[in-house]
């Protein structure tokens, strides 16, 4: 069996791994083994909460909704609910938007709901 030079190869994974563990302290960002453990859990943790992040911030649009139904005399589950009682398809994102940005409009779509509530 031939023997393989895998050098150009190695040394671009090593390369590439040293660069992603550059803001790492000491020997993590120095060496190749701490720095290749380093790389993967971080890598690890960025896969993780990219997910997360996606609870987290419809976590934030209720506190948004919520804050902006009191308001105006609601419950955050009352205007929800109201809101599909009236069939009024605007999702958690919109309205938290909405309640930040155009109270006005928050105000009108918060009657559509009184009304049908």
């Not at 419950?75 to 958690?92: D, H, Q, T, W």
Request: glycine share 6%.
């Amino acid at each position: 069996m031939p023997r393989v030079k895998s050098n150009v190869a190695h040394h671009a994974r090593k390369k590439k791994i040293m660069r992603a563990a550059k803001g790492a302290r000491g020997a993590r960002s120095k060496l190749y083994k701490p720095a290749k453990e380093t790389v993967e859990r971080g890598m690890q943790y960025a896969y993780r909460d990219r997910r997360k992040k996606k609870g987290e911030f419809r976590s934030l649009w209720i506190t948004r909704i919520n804050a902006a139904c009191r308001m105006h005399g609601f419950s955050y589950s009352g205007f929800i609910a109201a809101l599909k009682k009236a069939g009024v398809e605007v999702n958690r994102k919109v309205l938290a938007d909405l309640a930040v940005k155009d109270m006005d409009a928050f105000a009108k779509i918060a009657e559509v709901a009184r009304a049908s509530a």
